[in-house]
Structure formats: C-alpha cells, structure tokens
C-alpha cells in the first residue's frame, strides 16, 4: 500500500497571486493573508508574484496564462463576488470557480480557489480576516500542499 500526503513545504516553490480588483476592499485582505501564509511557510518574496485582474470573471484567462508559462508552480486565484440586486453574482461566481478548475486541469499546476462567494460585504470582510479567518491565507496553506502532494505522485504516461 503506498500513501501520500501534501506539506506545507515552500522553500524553492514559486507562487503567483491572481487577484481581482473589483471589491479591491476584500481582496486587498486576501492578498494580504496568501502573502502571509506563504512566508510563514517559507516562500520567499522573490518568488511571489502578484497580478491584478479587473475582476473575478478574468481571473481563469490570468491564472492560465500563468500556470502555462511554465514560470510557476502554483496559483492562488483571489476574488470577492457579491450577492447585488440581481443574480449576475451566481454568473461571475460560477464561471469564475469552472474556469479555475479547467486551468488546474488543463495545466497540471494547482490552482488554488479563495474567490468568496457572498451575500453581504459584511459575510466577506469576515472571511477576509475576521471572525472566519482569512480564505488567502487558506488557499495558499492549499497551494502549497497540492504543489508537495503532486510531486510525490508518479508522472503520467505520455
């Protein structure tokens, strides 16, 4: 029986930190959390880089073009989608999430997925920090298990 499990190991991991401008109030404390995580786990700062998107339905085209190049080997998507007067939130919200995971799948490269879905900015300030935490710091705590976790599983066969 073989077992594998991730670390949080970020030496020599290079990270880059997709982040929506939009609601730039909740996700300038996401980034702030990623950015924490990461060097509490030993990424260095020369190997962050940080790409601001317009908002949360960019962010899939961004982190693809990231993890394609080759230059990184994880990504953490960063976002706030709120719930507004209709439902273009469960739209943005929704493609946002298929578009992240068709870029990790297509790539082979982690995508991490800290893009809250809200009703209120209260409920995403919350999780921006507050009483539930800071979703950044989470994702990037999943980035890097996934990029350890991956390296220990075989290759695929051409």
């Not at 930190?17 to 990424?43: I, P, S």
């Not at 073009?65 to 994880?74: H, I």
């Not at 999430?97 to 870029?103: P, W």
């Not at 991490?112 to 507050?130: K, S």
Request: with cysteine; hydrophobic share 45%.
């Amino acid at each position: 029986m073989s077992t594998y499990v991730g670390h949080l190991r970020g030496e020599g991991i290079r990270v880059a930190l997709a982040c929506a401008r939009f609601n730039d109030l909740v996700t300038e404390r996401l980034l702030a959390g990623a950015r924490d995580g990461l060097a509490r786990h030993g990424v260095d700062e020369a190997s962050i880089t940080v790409v601001w998107a317009p908002g949360a339905v960019e962010l899939p085209l961004v982190a693809q073009r990231l993890a394609a190049a080759g230059e990184v080997d994880a990504v953490i998507a960063l976002g706030a989608v709120i719930r507004g007067a209709t439902d273009h939130h469960s739209h943005v919200g929704g493609q946002c999430a298929a578009g992240l995971q068709r870029v990790a799948l297509d790539t082979g490269i982690p995508v991490a997925f800290a893009v809250l879905t809200t009703d209120t900015l209260d409920q995403a300030l919350e999780r921006a920090g507050a009483k539930a935490g800071n979703k950044g710091y989470e994702a990037a705590e999943t980035a890097l298990e996934m990029v350890d976790l991956l390296r220990q599983l075989p290759k695929a066969s051409p």
